[in-house]
């Protein structure tokens, strides 16, 4: 249904309510068009005199929708209308309605209506990140950065993961700014990157360094850069943190993993107990590896290539330097098929352990323990990213064990290499090093970046 240009009068309006096919659903339908089409407020306006004067009443969710078009087009006392309307009709709203109040007068000069709104919300629910976002960057937009910072601690506080689009906000409103206390908050934010192990793409980047820069009486000087392999940076010869866990913390990670992982979270749900004590005899009797391999994972690494042909690429590229390795398999490898050729499986066995498990077993559980149990030298050969598994360790400071951990050892492609340091933003107190995402690519994908920003300050 095309919206109409101008206003409609009643007669009109049950005109076209008739030709359409499901009068019932007419004025949803209409108004979702309405906004698809960004039509003029009047002509939006004149449906709900249409639909109150039809039914004696304009039902919560055509408000909504009428609300939403509003706030596309930023008409601030519209939103305030329907706002006056919905609190004396409804009890309670949800949270989309809040979304939209918020988010159309945060960006108008009645920016303060949605900070009361804000904690409206808190009185019945958990704001979103929307909510939050929204408030933030009204606050950053007219200097209230106290305000600002307030509010971004405060959804910190509530688990809400902030954009990278917030945080770059508080980088360019800051610029030129004096402060100490400011200075701080902003540090905080680079250590909330790395505390997240969170990569800033190219924009935001750039709004670091030219914030850095722009300090008064600060002597900060950005490059762009590449790390060397060694972990030496070309720009100021600074040797980066290296990935490797201390004894204790690796044997503390460890032991976390083992209870909270794999005992404490539902990897029983994909294997049995027998089967992964089975699993825990062979990998006793067996140990140390050098490579743990998650064979299903790897197999689908080139797609057009046989399954068994990648893995055997991967395990004769990993076997060269004389590395013990242990193949994560399923039992429906050993079963001759199109993709699992019995003979290259065998070929495989000579040169590598295998562990078979059942078909819908878990991999990750496998793959932690007989990588963990091998020492801190022991690499491990998987795609996935072990996201779940991190999420169920329950301090950060053991998260950040297992994500220094993880970068250190995980081999995502065979035969990309670990990092021999740690790739997370870094700081001395005169010099910081910040590892971003290049490229479009790079920045949708969950790969470690080889980008940093090295900035110091000349004394």
């Known amino acids: 249904v095309q919206p109409p240009e101008k206003p409609l009068q009643t007669e009109e309006w049950n005109r076209l309510r008739e030709s359409f096919q499901s009068p019932e659903r007419f004025e949803e339908v209409m108004f979702n068009n309405m906004v698809r089409c960004n039509s003029p407020i009047d002509v939006a306006k004149s449906l709900l005199t249409y639909v109150a004067k039809s039914n004696g009443d304009i039902a919560y969710n055509l408000l909504v929708k009428y609300l939403a078009l509003c706030v596309q087009q930023g008409q601030t006392s519209e939103i305030h209308d329907v706002y006056d309307i919905m609190k004396i009709r409804f009890r309670i709203l949800e949270s989309g309605a809040y979304n939209l109040f918020i988010r159309g007068l945060s960006n108008s000069d009645q920016w303060r209506t949605a900070l009361t709104l804000l904690e409206e919300v808190k009185k019945n629910m958990i704001p979103s990140r929307t909510n939050y976002e929204s408030c933030i960057k009204a606050a950053i937009r007219h200097q209230e950065m106290n305000l600002a910072f307030e509010l971004y601690h405060e959804m910190l506080a509530k688990d809400l993961v902030p954009t990278l689009d917030v945080l770059q906000a508080f980088f360019d409103f800051s ?25 800033p793409h190219k924009t935001f980047m750039r709004s670091i360094k030219l914030w850095f820069e722009s300090i008064p009486g600060g002597n900060w000087r950005g490059h762009l850069t590449n790390i060397k392999d060694s972990g030496q940076c070309p720009v100021c010869n600074h040797q980066l943190e290296d990935s490797d866990l201390t004894e204790e913390e690796y044997n503390n990670l460890r032991e976390r993993i083992i209870r909270d992982v794999i005992h404490g979270t539902d990897t029983f749900r994909k294997t049995s107990p027998r089967e992964f004590e089975a699993f825990q005899k062979f990998v006793e009797n067996r140990l140390p590896f050098d490579i743990v391999i998650d064979g299903l994972n790897v197999s689908h690494i080139k797609p057009r290539k046989m399954h068994c042909e990648n893995l055997f690429d991967a395990v004769n590229c990993l076997a060269k330097e004389n590395a013990r390795l242990l193949v994560l398999g399923r039992k429906h490898m050993l079963v001759n098929s199109s993709n699992w050729k ?6 495989m066995q000579n040169k590598a352990d295998f562990f078979f498990a059942e078909n819908i077993s878990e991999d990750d559980a496998f793959l932690l323990y007989a990588t963990l149990q091998s020492g801190k030298h022991c690499k491990f050969v998987t795609r996935d990213f072990l996201r779940d598994h991190k999420a ?8 950040h064990l297992f994500r220094k951990w993880q970068r250190g050892h995980q081999i995502v492609f065979s035969p990309s290499p670990a990092f021999r340091y740690d790739c997370v933003v870094q700081t001395t107190g005169d010099t910081w090093h910040i590892p971003y995402k290049d490229s479009f690519e790079e920045k949708y994908s969950y790969q470690v970046p080889r980008k940093w920003l090295c900035i110091q300050q000349k004394r």
Do not use: W
Request: hydrophobic fraction near 35%.
């Open 392 to 399: 169920c360790l329950p301090d950060s400071v053991t998260r």
């Open 175 to 199: 610029r030129g700014m004096k402060g100490a206390e400011l200075q701080k908050e902003l540090f905080g934010i680079l250590l909330y990157l790395r505390e997240n192990q969170t990569y």
């Open 342 to 347: 019995r003979e290259i499986m065998k070929e």
